[in-house]
């Protein structure tokens, strides 16, 4: 099939989100001018630079004010946000972070997750996270909003601090993700896990 996707799709659900897959889920915290600590998870997420290395995460649709989701509110107003890798351990918790609630409600609070301190930026990192990085933010870019009222905006981040848990070290001496399990988002409410991985070398 071709779709322009201004026309439509024809479809009983849309397949776009199933057309790139699997995509990395930025679990992203952050804090609100007031003080508010913040997480949720963004499948519209990653890696986009190496040196310096750069991050970014999308945030789209409102917020229930109608207002611009609090994780690039945040983002913006505080210059600061953390990405903590969501793995198969920590899916339940991921999942619930997701729920739309007010401004003030923290959602480090309703998952029962543990913050733990950060040590260049404000945000606090998930400690049961094997992976964080300390973003220091570059840039918001306003995305085309389809419909009235949403907030398409996409977060731009300087990595100025990594945390990798010795535990996906200390086999190896690189980053063994099979032990990590890293969640990945696929179409609809699909997910993949990775713990199967081949190597490949490149072309000389
Ligand atoms: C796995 C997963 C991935 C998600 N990815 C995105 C995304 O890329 N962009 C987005 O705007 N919302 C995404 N959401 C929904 C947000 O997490 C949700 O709107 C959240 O309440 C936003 O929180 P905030 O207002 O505290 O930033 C995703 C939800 C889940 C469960």
């Known amino acids: 099939m071709f779709y322009e996707p201004k026309n439509g799709h024809g479809l009983a659900r849309d397949p776009i989100k199933a057309c790139v897959v699997p995509r990395p889920i930025g679990w992203i915290s952050t804090i609100s001018i007031d003080g508010i600590h913040n997480l949720a998870p963004f499948s ?42 969501a793995t198969w351990e920590t899916r339940d918790e991921m999942n619930s972070t997701s729920l739309h609630v007010n401004r ?22 998930v400690a049961e996270s094997p992976i964080s990085f300390e973003c220091k933010t570059w840039k918001l870019i306003d995305l085309p909003a389809a419909t009235t009222g949403a907030h398409n905006v996409m977060v731009i981040g300087e990595v100025v601090g990594v945390h990798i848990t010795d535990d996906a070290l200390k086999e190896k001496g690189y ?5 990590l399990r890293p969640l990945a988002r696929l179409g609809y409410l699909d997910y993949s896990v990775v713990d199967d991985v081949f190597t490949m070398a490149r072309p000389k």
């Open 44 to 85: 519209y997420s990653n890696l986009v630079g190496s040196e310096p290395p750069m991050f970014m995460f999308s945030a789209n649709g409102a917020h229930l004010d109608g207002g611009v989701k609090d994780s690039a509110l945040n983002a913006r107003e505080t210059g600061e946000f953390v990405y903590n890798l």
């Open 104 to 125: 003030g409600m923290d959602e480090f609070d309703l998952s029962g997750l543990t913050k733990v301190d950060s040590i260049i930026v404000t945000p606090p990192r």
């Open 175 to 179: 980053v063994d993700v099979t032990l």
